[in-house]
């Protein structure tokens, strides 16, 4: 300190303190990466591939009986053989890290196949004893199949958790094409949150409340123009289903990258907490993250508004919320809430004339006036 000191550097040092030098660090990507039709049949030999023989799997309620013929001939052929199976319907952590402790000591991987509650109860799992997780998405709802985090319930609120990356992704297009059509629009409102979150996380930066990672924001950036520069936005054609698939899969990276969710979540994810805790009547995560992501954008002033805009109405998204539009007064609600969701976490909602300048824009905004409605 001394030596620093003498060589007039004490001022360095001081700044260094306070904002450690940044450092490169090793990040996890999936190994095993497989998107395309037919792609359930091959999952025993995806995994004998790597050794893995003794499987654990989660299943989303319902999808066994629905791909059971599917998946089974392909783990026998190959000798996988499942070492425990269960029905997910529950995401309590307590729970879930009761389960997973009781899990069979051959385990050698955990799979988990079917939509959000199976993939982050199967993830968090794995992350705990420390083996590979394998996420098998059934529909493009949300870019939950490929993050480092989990959310689930904690304290009876559901909270995002940190667990790992996935050792592989196998996303079967047949079986997204099968998903109910709500599962499409989702991920579409997933996805086009990355503009407002991205905005939110560089206003963060800018007031010293965050730390911004440039490659991670230019992935989550690219992961928008690879879904919706590339080809027609009609959400029924099978290459925009693909891209879905792998703009939500890059997605996820990105938060690996920047060692947080602040890449793909931001104050459109806050409302979309806030409305899974008082809403009487829960929607779909991206459904409710879309909505929050456009009066967000109005709230940031945001310079790609109307991109957000024009995604939403090209793809059908508002048109399809308008026949069961959010309850106005849950919506409300969930805006009084979201700020203090997350402790220390600026977002445009931090602001404190964001409330008041929201309710005018919900009251006054001709699209707004038709999705969020008593």
Same mark, same amino acid.
């Given at each position: 300190r001394d030596d620093v000191e003498s060589r007039g550097l004490g001022d360095v040092y001081k700044?260094?303190?306070?904002y450690p030098l940044y450092t490169n660090k090793q990040i996890n990507i999936p190994?095993?990466?497989?998107? #395309?039709? *037919?792609?359930? +049949?091959?999952?025993?030999?995806?995994?004998?591939?790597?050794? &893995?023989?003794?499987?654990?799997?989660?299943?989303?309620?319902?999808?066994?009986?629905?791909?059971?013929d599917r998946l089974y001939p392909g783990l026998e052929e190959n000798g996988v053989k499942a070492v425990y199976e269960q029905d997910v319907r529950f995401i309590n952590i307590e729970e879930i890290t009761k389960i997973t402790f009781s899990l069979p000591k051959a385990?050698?991987?955990?799979? #988990?196949? *079917?939509?959000? +509650?199976?993939?982050?109860?199967?993830?968090?799992?794995?992350? &705990?004893?420390?083996?590979p997780f394998v996420s098998v998405p059934t529909s493009t709802s949300n870019d939950g199949f490929c993050s480092p985090n989990s959310?689930?319930?904690?304290?009876?609120?559901?909270?995002?958790?940190?667990?790992?990356?996935?050792?592989g992704v196998v996303a079967d297009l047949e079986v997204v094409r099968e998903s109910p059509q709500i599962c499409l629009y989702s991920g579409?409102?997933?996805?086009?949150?990355?503009?407002?979150?991205?905005?939110?996380?560089?206003?963060?930066a800018e007031r010293k409340l965050d730390r911004y990672n440039d490659f991670a924001s230019l992935l989550s950036y690219n992961s928008l123009t690879l879904l919706f520069n590339k080809h027609s936005t009609d959400i029924n054609e099978p290459s925009f289903q693909r891209s879905l698939v792998n703009s939500l899969l890059t997605s996820g990276i990105a938060m690996e990258i920047a060692g947080s969710s602040r890449p793909a979540s931001g104050s459109e994810h806050l409302i979309s907490h806030g409305l899974d805790a008082v809403s009487r009547r829960p929607r779909m995560h991206g459904l409710q993250v879309g909505v929050a992501t456009y009066l967000c954008a109005l709230l940031q002033n945001n310079p790609s508004t109307a991109n957000v805009r024009?995604?939403?109405?090209?793809?059908?998204?508002?048109?399809?919320?308008?026949?069961?539009?959010?309850?106005?007064e849950d919506f409300i609600n969930a805006l009084q809430m979201a700020p203090g969701i997350k402790a220390n976490y600026y977002t445009v909602l931090s602001e404190p004339d964001s409330f008041a300048r929201a309710l005018q824009f919900i009251d006054r905004d001709p699209i707004l006036n038709q999705i969020i409605r008593y």
């Open positions: 700044r260094q303190m306070l190994y095993l990466l497989k998107i #395309g039709d *037919g792609k359930v +049949k091959k999952i025993g030999k995806y995994l004998a591939d790597k050794n &893995l023989t003794n499987a654990v799997i989660f299943w989303s309620e319902g999808i066994q009986r629905l791909l059971a385990a050698e991987v955990i799979v #988990g196949i *079917g939509g959000g +509650k199976a993939l982050d109860f199967a993830k968090f799992s794995a992350h &705990l004893l420390k083996l959310s689930l319930i904690v304290d009876g609120k559901r909270k995002t958790v940190k667990a790992s990356i996935p050792f579409v409102g997933d996805m086009v949150s990355k503009i407002t979150a991205l905005y939110d996380w560089k206003q963060a024009d995604i939403l109405s090209i793809t059908g998204f508002f048109n399809y919320v308008k026949q069961d539009p959010l309850s106005k």
